[in-house]
């Protein structure tokens, strides 16, 4: 975590928390870079990963806007993971209501390096795979992207989600044990 202040250590969550509720854009950029994956993860686990992107930032923008009507500073992590949730399932209500072209459902993956050929076959796989993750239900979906596509670890989950260490561990062998047989009836490895 980076240091906000000048002088002593770093606060804690709810002490940065309090810091940007009075609206310390240093404080702020702080708990974007703590918890940008973990949103990322959540709006993945059911968007296409551009919409997971813009979704992402919207989802930042609104919530320094509202943080100071945030009445418990500790409840942030719940607070951001549940606008998260609510975010990606009124962008599905909206997209049912006007539907995408398929271009618009190929997620943009970057994929510096590779040929144009390589590049096109690590997206379609990407997108099956996720496609695959997403038979899952939430629990192990949200948990296997945070670790699998987020590469948080299992106590990096529990901290930001609220879930405790326990239950990460598992969601994420359950969520494995049910998806490698997707995978494998996918044809996928």
Same mark, same amino acid.
């Given at each position: 975590m980076e240091q906000v202040s000048t002088t002593g250590p770093p606060p804690d969550l709810a002490g940065l928390v309090q810091l940007a509720q009075r609206g310390d854009r240093a404080a702020f950029a702080t708990l974007y870079a703590d918890f940008a994956a973990v949103v990322h993860g959540i709006l993945l686990a059911r968007c296409g990963a551009g919409e997971a992107d813009d979704l992402t930032q919207e989802l930042f923008m609104r919530a320094f806007e509202q943080l100071p009507e945030l009445r418990e500073p500790a409840?942030?992590?719940g607070w951001l993971c549940a606008a998260a949730r609510n975010a990606s399932i009124d962008h599905l209500r909206a997209r049912r209501r006007h539907p995408r072209t398929s271009a618009d459902a190929l997620p943009e993956l970057s994929d510096r390096g590779a040929t144009p050929v390589e590049a096109a076959t690590n997206r379609d796989l990407a997108a099956a795979v996720l496609a695959c993750v997403r038979k899952l239900p939430e629990a192990? $979906?949200?948990?296997?992207?945070? $670790?699998l596509v987020e590469g948080l670890s299992g106590p990096q989950i529990a901290d930001r989600t609220g879930l405790t260490h326990g239950s990460v561990r598992v969601n994420l062998t359950r969520g494995m044990a049910l998806l490698r047989p997707i995978l494998a009836e996918a044809g996928l490895p």
């Open positions: 409840a942030f992590p192990y $979906r949200e948990t296997l992207v945070l $670790r």
